[in-house]
């Protein structure tokens, strides 16, 4: 394996090879770095052996690097592996890393934290600490479970993300070596969103006292409106963005649907293959796909008056909330996950409450009173996209200034009374610095 020749310094991003929103953050970053050169270090794979070998590629072209394949494979994810940790100093040797980004742990190990390089972990979900990346089992789940709970969980929880491929016992000694290195003086926690580390401190104690800095993701959508306008006289347009599944409030829009398609016109674009249950049913246009690139055309074709999230799980940002209020069409959420901190009721977007009759009694409300719906686009124009530019940028400011960033967050997690103060407003682009809040 050939080093990358460079001037620059070298970051190694960690994570999956699965797509989502955190392979779209980690392809963006390296898109939009003009700092350092960019490596990703993916885990090759299977739904019931997540690390079958590594796979090493650039972070701006896509071209592959390396590629390993282990003799003893990774069912999920290992507190020690002697092939990993062969395969990851080598890389790190040689392409001279100087910064590591780690975005998931799912098929690795957590010999990234014993390198001496300085890691970056950035909390898109909650796994490792919780088998079940959703941490979600009919609704949210608060976390911190014991060994029985978490032995029901693998055995019954219908969308868990490691089913039972290893015990209960397994999972809490990961747990335990997972936070212990989050502890450690050269690793720096980055959350998305507030509520990700107001989950993080109601999950352990230890996650608690740990620093944390604020990161909102950015978008490479440029602003444009396309808001529908809601005019009198015709039914509103309703948009339903992404994939359908369980998590993503499926069971919440089906028993919703019927009296829904009554009061408004209902567009789902990216469905699914969970989602094709609604394909065939009156009152619905429904686009199973779409390419990323093509989302503004479709979204300014569709001429909508509101986006519907029905998330039933915490989401840690959701991409797509951030796409619609860049194309002014106000977002109406459900109270779950990052919608809580994100979405201002009447002012950026409308909470719903969490059931499928509250939905249906919002879009009720929001056929009666459209002037709101018209003042809440009119102030999303108003408002700035953050881009992911300044994402990154935000990023090495966290790496810049990193000895006095430790006192910093000290000073800034206690108010006049030592208790955690409240950040501020992250509809403004910049980093906040806090710790884990408690409620």
Same mark, same amino acid.
């Given at each position: 394996?050939?080093a990358?020749?460079?001037?620059?310094?070298?970051?190694?991003?960690?994570?999956?090879?699965w797509?989502?929103?955190? %392979?779209?953050? +980690?392809?963006?970053?390296?898109?939009?770095?003009?700092? *350092?050169?960019?490596l990703?270090?993916?885990?090759?794979?299977?739904?019931?052996?997540?690390?079958v070998g590594m796979?090493l590629?650039?972070?701006?072209?896509?071209?592959?690097?390396g @590629?390993?394949?282990?003799r003893q494979p990774?069912?999920?994810?290992?507190?020690?592996?002697?092939?990993?940790?062969?395969?990851?100093?080598?890389?790190?040797?040689?392409? /001279?890393?100087?910064?590591i980004?780690?975005?998931?742990?799912?098929?690795?190990? !957590?010999?990234?934290?014993?390198?001496?390089?300085?890691?970056?972990?950035?909390?898109?979900? #909650? #796994? $490792?600490?919780?088998p079940?990346?959703?941490?979600?089992w009919?609704?949210?789940?608060?976390?911190?479970?014991?060994?029985?709970?978490? *032995?029901?969980?693998?055995?019954?929880?219908?969308?868990?993300f =490691?089913?039972?491929?290893?015990?209960?016992? #397994?999972?809490?000694e990961l747990?335990?070596?997972?936070?212990?290195?989050l502890?450690? $003086?050269?690793?720096?926690?980055?959350?998305?969103?507030v509520? +990700?580390?107001?989950?993080?401190?109601?999950?352990?104690p230890?996650?608690?006292?740990?620093?944390?800095?604020v990161?909102?993701?950015?978008?490479s959508?440029?602003?444009?409106?396309?808001?529908?306008?809601?005019?009198?006289?015709?039914?509103?347009?309703?948009?339903?963005?992404?994939?359908?599944?369980?998590?993503?409030g499926?069971e919440?829009?089906?028993?919703?649907?019927?009296?829904?398609?009554l009061?408004?016109?209902?567009s789902?674009?990216?469905?699914?293959? &969970?989602?094709?249950?609604?394909?065939?049913r009156?009152?619905?246009?429904?686009?199973?796909?779409?390419? &990323?690139?093509?989302? %503004?055309?479709?979204?300014?074709?569709?001429?909508? /008056?509101? *986006?519907l999230? =029905?998330?039933?799980?915490a989401?840690?940002f959701?991409?797509?909330?951030s796409?619609?209020?860049?194309?002014?069409?106000?977002?109406?959420?459900? $109270? +779950?996950g990052?919608?809580?901190?994100?979405?201002?009721d009447?002012?950026d977007?409308?909470?719903?409450?969490?059931?499928? %009759?509250?939905?249906?009694?919002?879009? !009720?409300?929001?056929?009666?009173?459209?002037?709101?719906?018209?003042?809440?686009?009119r @102030?999303?124009r108003?408002?700035?996209?953050?881009s992911v530019?300044?994402?990154? %940028?935000?990023?090495y400011?966290?790496?810049?200034?990193?000895?006095?960033?430790?006192?910093?967050?000290l000073? *800034?997690?206690?108010?006049?009374?030592g208790? $955690?103060?409240?950040?501020?407003?992250?509809?403004?682009?910049?980093? +906040?610095?806090?710790?884990?809040?408690?409620?």
């Amino acid at each position: 394996m050939a080093a990358l020749s460079r001037l620059k310094p070298c970051n190694l991003h960690v994570t999956h090879s699965w797509g989502g929103g955190v %392979d779209r953050w +980690v392809r963006d970053f390296c898109a939009h770095d003009h700092h *350092a050169e960019n490596l990703v270090l993916e885990n090759i794979g299977t739904p019931t052996c997540y690390g079958v070998g590594m796979r090493l590629v650039a972070g701006r072209t896509g071209r592959e690097l390396g @590629r390993w394949l282990f003799r003893q494979p990774i069912s999920e994810t290992r507190v020690r592996h002697a092939e990993y940790r062969e395969v990851l100093a080598r890389v790190v040797g040689d392409h /001279d890393v100087s910064h590591i980004y780690l975005s998931c742990l799912v098929g690795h190990s !957590l010999d990234i934290f014993d390198l001496g390089v300085p890691v970056t972990k950035i909390h898109h979900d #909650y #796994y $490792p600490y919780c088998p079940n990346i959703y941490m979600f089992w009919g609704e949210p789940c608060s976390g911190g479970c014991g060994e029985q709970e978490l *032995a029901l969980c693998l055995r019954d929880n219908p969308v868990n993300f =490691a089913n039972d491929k290893s015990s209960a016992a #397994y999972w809490l000694e990961l747990r335990g070596a997972y936070v212990e290195a989050l502890a450690r $003086p050269y690793v720096r926690q980055v959350c998305p969103s507030v509520e +990700v580390v107001v989950q993080l401190a109601r999950l352990d104690p230890a996650l608690a006292a740990l620093a944390y800095a604020v990161v909102p993701h950015g978008t490479s959508l440029a602003k444009r409106d396309s808001f529908g306008g809601a005019e009198e006289g015709r039914r509103l347009r309703v948009v339903v963005l992404g994939m359908q599944h369980i998590v993503k409030g499926l069971e919440i829009l089906k028993a919703a649907f019927s009296q829904a398609r009554l009061i408004v016109d209902l567009s789902i674009l990216g469905g699914g293959l &969970h989602g094709r249950v609604f394909a065939s049913r009156f009152g619905v246009s429904y686009l199973e796909n779409y390419r &990323h690139g093509d989302l %503004d055309g479709l979204l300014a074709a569709g001429g909508f /008056d509101l *986006a519907l999230f =029905a998330s039933a799980f915490a989401e840690t940002f959701c991409y797509t909330l951030s796409e619609v209020r860049a194309h002014a069409i106000p977002p109406a959420a459900r $109270p +779950v996950g990052s919608f809580l901190d994100r979405v201002h009721d009447g002012e950026d977007g409308f909470m719903m409450g969490p059931t499928a %009759d509250d939905l249906v009694a919002f879009l !009720l409300r929001a056929d009666a009173q459209r002037d709101r719906v018209r003042e809440v686009s009119r @102030r999303l124009r108003a408002l700035p996209v953050r881009s992911v530019g300044e994402m990154v %940028d935000d990023y090495y400011r966290l790496r810049g200034d990193y000895p006095e960033l430790v006192e910093r967050r000290l000073a *800034a997690a206690a108010g006049d009374d030592g208790r $955690p103060g409240t950040p501020e407003p992250l509809q403004r682009p910049q980093v +906040v610095l806090t710790r884990g809040l408690a409620r």
